[in-house]
């Protein structure tokens, strides 16, 4: 079988259930009528994405709203891709010093890397590699295996404090009819403003997802928590947001307003009504892009044009 995103053919990936995983993730989709990605150069941006939000319990859902939408994204800056590499040695790091396979000359025992850094090529991971080897942010420990050094562990520590973040958190209410709150709403408004938005799929409740939270809300640059349901998982998460100094922009759908727990109802709220979502999006991004400014993929001209940092 070929994969539907990068085309490759699934060579020693496993079956998943009914799924299988390739180097791309997880992932599944409509087997009539699939989604078409009719923008070749931007496969590698559709298989970054899936192995970026695909969850451990459940495959990531890629339909043609999502291809669409990352067709007209800003392409990943090179920064960018060196953290996620980063990112990956320290999420398979369980000592320090541990030597973790990065290898980019026989790469067939970690296809997945491709994916991860966001590369067309294993020659681009390659690359990447080479960087942090060269900046001294990896050592080499013995033929294709690297640890992150004491400079590396650094870098990534400064990038929990926010320094270099360009992720928005998104705090909200989880339930199936909430799904176009995401989707229709603050997705499209936090990426038209120029920031990566993640949020953690919470229908498959399990042990980490709280520890995944706190680490992605100290990630963020800013966190939007709306509360449209008047969820007490938002509340909490927002709580946490302010505990460690974030920007918290509070978004709510007009009929919940009334819902608001008294210690909230102060903020500047952006209320929004899914008769006009339209016009939600432009307040939300003119919100964000007020109070903390453009992010790094602000697009400039051209949907793959790099964004200039302002
Ligand atoms: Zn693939």
């Known amino acids: 079988m070929v994969c ?10 496993e079956q998943i259930e009914n799924f299988t995983r390739y180097r791309c993730g997880t992932y599944q989709l409509r087997i009539i009528n699939p989604p078409r990605i009719t923008n070749e150069s931007c496969r590698y941006i559709v298989s970054g994405h899936i192995r970026e939000n695909q969850s451990p319990h459940k495959p990531f859902e890629l339909t043609q709203a999502i291809i669409d939408r990352l ?24 000592y320090y010093g541990e030597p973790i396979e990065i290898d980019t000359r026989n790469f067939s025992s970690t296809p997945e890397l491709i994916a991860i850094c966001y590369a067309h090529t294993i020659n681009e991971v390659d690359f990447l590699r080479r960087y942090l080897y060269l900046e001294k942010l990896i050592s080499e420990e013995k033929g ?19 320094i270099n973040s360009d992720l928005c958190f998104c705090a909200m209410c989880f339930d199936e009819d909430c799904k176009g709150i995401f989707d229709d709403l603050l997705e499209p408004a936090v ?5 990566n938005i993640q949020r953690v799929d919470q229908t498959h409740y399990h042990e980490g997802v709280m520890d995944q939270i706190i680490t992605l809300i100290r990630e963020s640059k800013f966190v939007i928590a709306d509360l449209t349901k008047n969820k007490k998982g938002v509340y909490f998460e927002a709580g946490f947001a302010k505990g460690f100094g974030k920007e918290i922009i509070f978004t709510c759908k007009e009929e919940d307003m ?20 339209e016009k939600g999006k432009k307040e939300l991004k003119a919100r964000i892009t007020a109070t903390i400014g453009y992010g790094p993929h602000k697009k400039i001209d051209g949907p793959l044009k790099m964004a200039i940092n302002q």
């Open 4 to 13: 539907h995103v990068c085309l490759e053919p699934n060579t020693n990936y």
């Open 71 to 94: 067709e007209t994204m800003p392409k990943p800056t090179f920064e960018h891709n060196v953290i996620r590499l980063m990112r990956y040695i320290e999420f398979k790091t369980t």
């Open 144 to 162: 294709g295996f690297y640890a992150l050094t004491f400079k590396g562990f650094k870098y990534l520590e400064s990038l929990k404090n926010n």
């Open 191 to 195: 990426r038209n403003a120029g920031w």
């Open 258 to 277: 009334k819902e608001l727990h008294f210690d909230v109802r102060h903020y500047n709220f952006l209320v929004w009504s899914d008769k006009d979502l």
